[in-house]
């Protein structure tokens, strides 16, 4: 299976800041990934898919970028309704699989 | 808009069986391929399996061996069936559209997920 390994696993940021979130595949997975938000009691929402296309109706204030092993997500200027965890998904190969997860919490 | 919802018993005893539908409303089931995924309380999400409306399934290597999923398409369902559970398959189950309307394979609409607990 392929690992695939976020940092932070949780991060503390203010209405404002800019966020980056990072996923590393444990083999090359080419942009075969996607990003997903998820609230307390909520499924998750995809935000990005093929690593960098914002899903529609998605704020343009989140982006993605990165290919091979290594992705990013940022948020540009965190909202309060942006408080949530994130995961990433790789969807090359299977079985597929999902980061642990990275919780953001308000400072 | 497509919409999911799972439905099914909340509590299973443990060595029964889990099964859960998912009806799809808003679309077709047809021409697409449809997920499971799980998380356990409190922690990450798990790939269960997906499948076809032609039937042709994919499952996780990990629960292969106690996992099916089936479509009704007359219907506008897909099920999944886990055989011999035990606590650690307390989890919410989410059924969700595996593959968008682009090929994209990052799942898109999901429903809103179903406690399941294993619990004599």
């Known amino acids: 299976d392929i690992q695939m390994t976020q940092s932070p696993s949780s991060l503390s940021a203010s209405v404002g800041d800019r966020v980056t979130i990072s996923c590393r595949a444990s083999q090359g997975i080419r942009n075969d990934l996607g990003w997903y938000q998820q609230k307390p009691g909520k499924a998750p929402k995809r935000l990005i898919y093929a690593a960098s296309s914002l899903q529609g109706g998605v704020p343009s204030r989140f982006s993605g970028s990165g290919s091979g092993t290594d992705f990013t997500l940022t948020i540009s200027s965190l909202q309060p309704e942006d408080f949530a965890t994130y995961y990433c998904l790789q969807y090359n190969s299977f079985p597929q699989t999902f980061g642990q997860g990275t919780m953001v919490e308000v400072k | 808009q497509v919409q999911l919802q799972e439905s099914g018993p909340g509590l299973v005893k443990p060595s029964e069986m889990l099964s859960l539908t998912c009806t799809v409303t808003?679309?077709?089931?047809?021409?697409?391929?449809w997920s499971w995924i799980r998380q356990p309380p409190g922690k990450g999400l798990e790939w269960i399996g997906y499948i076809y409306y032609t039937g042709n399934t994919k499952y996780n290597p990990s629960l292969e061996s106690r996992v099916t999923i089936l479509v009704d398409t007359s219907n506008n369902q897909f099920s999944l069936k886990l055989y011999s559970v035990t606590s650690a398959d307390t989890a919410v189950y989410y059924c969700?559209?595996?593959?968008?309307?682009?090929?994209?394979?990052?799942?898109?609409?999901w429903g809103q997920g179903t406690l399941v607990t294993v619990s004599s």
């Open positions: 969700a559209r595996a593959v968008d309307s682009s090929g994209y394979h990052a799942p898109d609409y």
């Open positions: 808003g679309g077709s089931i047809s021409g697409y391929y």
